[in-house]
């Protein structure tokens, strides 16, 4: 992308001529440093998964797909967490001010797609025309909230690019040159983040007491956010590949190209910090997770469970591989157990979507959907971290929130589960029997790193990890826990399709803590 290689080339000289100044640097306070961190990758995160979304909502109304009312209401969430974010920096009453102007951009860009696909050249024309007198409102809100830092004609013009980057893509994509469209989808993602940067810098400029100006455009603030946007779009653009793959449909190809050149882009991040030789490493071993979701993708069109399988199980080996590689890169402050599950977390979050995608299960899918673009960030603040402390004369404000202790969160007849703050859905809840509280396995062992096969054989189901292992089989009390057997407080049982465990048998073989709060109505894992 070439606004990211633009700013990659501006940190590398940033870096180069501050680090002779370091030592005499006035440094801010830790909590204005993190919050204006926070402040600029928050601002990034909301506005360049606003841009994907309209991306994938303008196609998916182009297409009449089935799924298009799920992509624009996921769409209008983000329009609600965008207007928190407002209203935390400018007051309640001012998102009350800025929701409905910005919620009217998404109504014209769907008149738009509307009058795109009936040929409708004077609805196009009408479309446009709303879409200009809404940045005109818009520029009007930020220039009167921030007058002394935000001009209104600036802020329209970054409002017309923003739109001009939308249209474009959608009239690629219906004139079928899905290159072009690709293209623009990515300089509006990208785009984005340019406009993220500018309104943080103008809020801090605003509110020098709450954010540091100087940890605001910091280079790790400014290694933080490249990475966050090549991570999150990495997610996003997976995403709507494998959809595209299901679906049979023209752009998959194109899809997984632009899905490559976000890999280019990731590849010239982590060289940035490594060199190019650590670069040149990393760069097919990313590569091989999305052949072999492609992989994933095409068994499951085809029903090839075997295919499907393999695919997994090369997913498997793929984030040893790759958490070996941080891990090496980074051993003080990267362990590689903790790459990989995090790794695990990122390719459950593309599977379950997907699997509900292929199932027609819309309502699951797109709740997965923005738990796998917010997992990025997470990671990216993991990566940031880690990286930052590593080398303390690249990035002297190193200040980043706390990753802190694994802690996995279920809800009694709730079918959400929070690990780390990511959140998934599942397809079956805990609940409680019997005084005794039940969760499912699949999920459990997923969120604690560990790996789970069923035995179709013996009916039973192997829980795996850090060469550890145990049994559980539906309609027993006596769990294997390596070559030792353990009676459970209650039995193992099926509920629907998934294999449920009580959970102090779960946390006594696995070595976590089970924390229930709230009269037993919160379950928390806690590692080791």
């Known amino acids: 992308m070439k606004l990211l290689k633009t700013k990659l080339v501006l940190l590398m000289l940033c870096i180069a001529l501050m680090l002779p100044a370091v030592v005499g640097a006035a440094t801010p306070t830790n909590d204005s440093m993190i919050a204006a961190g926070d402040l600029r990758a928050g601002l990034g995160q909301l506005l360049g998964e606003h841009a994907l979304l309209a991306v994938i909502a303008m196609q998916k109304g ?186 049979g449909k023209m752009d998959f190809e194109p899809a997984v190209v632009a899905l490559g050149q976000n890999t280019d882009d990731l590849t010239a991040v982590i060289a940035l910090a490594y060199g190019q030789d650590a670069g040149n490493a990393f760069k097919p071993i990313w590569a091989s997770h999305i052949g072999y979701f492609v992989s994933y993708v095409k068994a499951t069109a085809a029903k090839d469970t075997t295919a499907m399988k393999m695919a997994v199980d090369n997913l498997d080996a793929y984030r ?65 971290a880690g990286i930052s402390t590593q080398f303390p004369a690249m990035f002297p404000a190193n200040k980043l929130p706390d990753v802190g202790k694994s802690t996995v969160i279920f809800k009694i007849n709730h079918t959400e589960v929070d690990v780390n703050g990511h959140k998934m859905m599942m397809d079956v809840a805990p609940f409680l029997k019997d005084n005794f509280t039940y969760i499912p396995l699949r999920y459990a062992s997923d969120a604690v790193g560990a790996t789970l096969a069923w035995n179709e054989m013996d009916r039973s189901a192997t829980m795996s990890w850090n060469g550890n292992s145990v049994i559980f089989s539906p309609g027993s009390d006596v769990v294997i826990h390596n070559v030792e057997k353990k009676v459970a407080s209650a039995m193992v049982t099926m509920q629907g399709e998934r294999l449920v465990v009580p959970v102090q048998i779960f946390a006594e073989v696995t070595g976590w803590t089970a924390d229930l709060a709230e009269e037993g109505k919160v379950i928390r894992l806690i590692a080791p």
């Open 62 to 247: 182009y297409d009449k797909s089935a799924d298009f009312t799920k992509a624009a209401d996921l769409l209008n969430q983000n329009t609600d967490r965008l207007t928190a974010a407002i209203s935390s920096v400018y007051g309640p009453n001012a998102g009350l001010v800025f929701k409905p102007i910005w919620a009217s951009h998404l109504t014209y860009l769907v008149d738009y797609v509307n009058a795109t696909v009936t040929k409708d050249d004077v609805g196009r024309k009408a479309a446009i025309m709303k879409l200009d007198s809404y940045r005109t409102q818009q520029a009007a809100f930020f220039a009167s909230a921030n007058p002394e830092n935000f001009k209104a004609a600036a802020i329209e013009e970054e409002l017309k690019v923003h739109i001009n980057h939308l249209l474009d893509a959608l009239n690629a994509y219906a004139n079928k040159d899905y290159t072009s469209a690709y293209a623009n989808a990515r300089m509006a993602y990208g785009h984005m983040f340019d406009t993220a940067d500018m309104l943080a810098s103008g809020i801090a400029n605003q509110y020098p007491d709450k954010f540091s100006t100087s940890a605001i455009n910091s280079p790790t603030a400014d290694f933080r956010g490249a990475l966050g946007q090549v991570l999150g779009e990495h997610a996003l653009l997976a995403i709507l590949a494998m959809q595209k793959g299901m679906d």
């Open 320 to 384: 040893a591989e790759q958490a070996k590689f941080f891990a090496t890169a980074n051993p003080q402050n990267f362990i590689e157990a903790d790459i990989s599950k995090a790794l695990k977390e990122h390719i459950n979050h593309l599977l379950t979507t997907f699997d509900t995608y292929a199932k027609q299960d819309y309502s699951f899918t797109y709740p997965n959907v923005e738990m796998a673009y917010s997992h990025m960030f997470k990671t990216t603040d993991v990566l940031a």
